[in-house]
């Protein structure tokens, strides 16, 4: 019993001395970072008289409730709640949350929602895309 308390013991400070040594202690580099962050794309400024013509052309109505184009869909997110919405979903700006949710509208779900729902528009092309978000964030 003895000899196994010694021989524990003499691992224990062979273990605690071989981290001693002449070099010294280590400590993590910083790592250079060439370049900058990528920034939020930057929202062309849109109209919002054509945003409420596209909000009609396209059926947005069907599914979203917004009051400033007379709709009551239930399918989607009510968009009289949209700035709400993007403050919770933390994405940004709500210009810019607004966009992509109709660029990439599976990028970020509303939640109680189901992904896979509301169909993508990019085919819409970005201006068309402003103009819907200049209807869909203007102030009343």
């Known amino acids: 019993m003895r000899r196994a308390v010694l021989a524990a013991a003499a691992l224990a400070a062979a273990a605690g001395l071989a981290g001693c ?3 010294g202690t280590t400590r993590p580099l910083p ?3 060439v370049g900058t962050l990528p920034k939020a794309t930057a929202i062309t400024k849109g109209n919002p008289a054509v945003g409420k013509q596209l909000y009609a052309q396209n059926g ?3 599914c979203h409730m917004f009051t400033p184009a007379g709709s009551n869909g239930k399918v989607g997110p009510d968009l009289d709640h949209l700035a709400a919405d993007a403050q919770k979903a933390n994405q940004g700006p709500l210009d810019q949350y607004t966009f992509e949710s109709i660029k990439n509208p599976n990028g970020y779900v509303v939640p109680g929602f ?3 729902v509301m169909p993508d528009f990019s085919s819409l092309g ?3 895309i402003a103009d819907l978000v200049a209807f869909l964030t203007q102030k009343s």
Do not use: I, L, P, S
């Open 21 to 23: 040594g002449a070099e």
């Open 31 to 33: 790592v250079a970072v």
């Open 60 to 62: 947005c109505g069907g």
């Open 114 to 116: 189901k992904a896979g």
């Open 126 to 128: 970005d201006q068309k």
